[in-house]
T-cell receptor
């Protein structure tokens, strides 16, 4: 098992452009989470899926953000019309049902909006 | 809504010294998680504490959980430079599977 994979590792985009990130969780994990982390802060919850169902979305997730997990395996996070305030590390994590073992995080995608 | 607070936010300590990081959370939770993050890297799981009184140890780090006090501690024994990192605690939000993270404790161990 290669762990949680995220792609790309880094993304620089111009303000107003759309970006999409991908996350491949650990294959046995049915829950998948997206978090955002800015410099000097802890990760902030964005959304999570159980299998293909999106069960919760944070108020932080504006209409410009959308996440999908179409077949209950990999997930994508899209940001439309990016703003400079979107610059952050976007972290994906996965876990087993029950979550008692905690999350396993991916390496993250660092987004810079210029 | 669950809030998780850590203190101190910054900790600079000499090698060989002991210190404790505190994690308080605002609503009832029977489990608590500790993670380590190196600069520019993702989060690595350190400890999973699943019940009141749970104590876990790994090398120079020991974590404990007191659910009645809503407090977890991460104790560092005889610190070494390799422990320099940011440490986060996280608690699950009631009724969901999302975790709420503290703001982190940035630890710097000086040689």
């Amino acid at each position: 098992d290669t762990g949680v994979s995220q792609d790309p590792r880094h993304k620089i985009t111009k303000r107003g452009q759309n970006v999409t990130f991908r996350c491949d969780p650990i294959s046995e994990h049915n829950r998948l989470y997206w978090y955002r982390q800015t410099l000097g802060q802890g990760p902030e919850f964005l959304t999570y899926f159980q299998n293909e169902a999106q069960l919760e979305k944070s108020r932080l997730l504006s209409d410009r953000f959308s996440a999908e997990r179409p077949k209950g395996s990999f997930s994508t996070l899209e940001i439309q019309r990016t703003e400079q305030g979107d610059s952050a590390m976007y972290l994906c994590a996965s876990s087993y049902t029950g979550g008692g073992h905690g999350y396993t995080f991916g390496s993250g995608t660092r987004l810079t909006v210029v | 809504e669950l809030k998780v607070e850590q203190n101190p936010l910054f900790l600079s300590m000499q090698e060989g010294k002991n210190y404790t990081i505190y994690c308080n959370y605002s609503t009832t939770s029977d489990r608590l998680y500790w993670y380590r993050q190196d600069p520019g890297k993702s989060l690595e799981s350190l400890f999973v504490l699943l019940s009141n009184g749970a104590v876990k140890q790994e090398g120079r780090l020991m974590a404990s959980l007191d659910t009645k006090a809503r407090l977890s501690t991460l104790h560092i024994t005889a610190a070494v430079h390799d422990l320099s990192a940011t440490y986060f605690c996280a608690a699950p939000s009631s009724g969901t599977y999302k975790y709420i993270f503290g703001t982190g404790t940035r630890l710097k161990v000086l040689a």
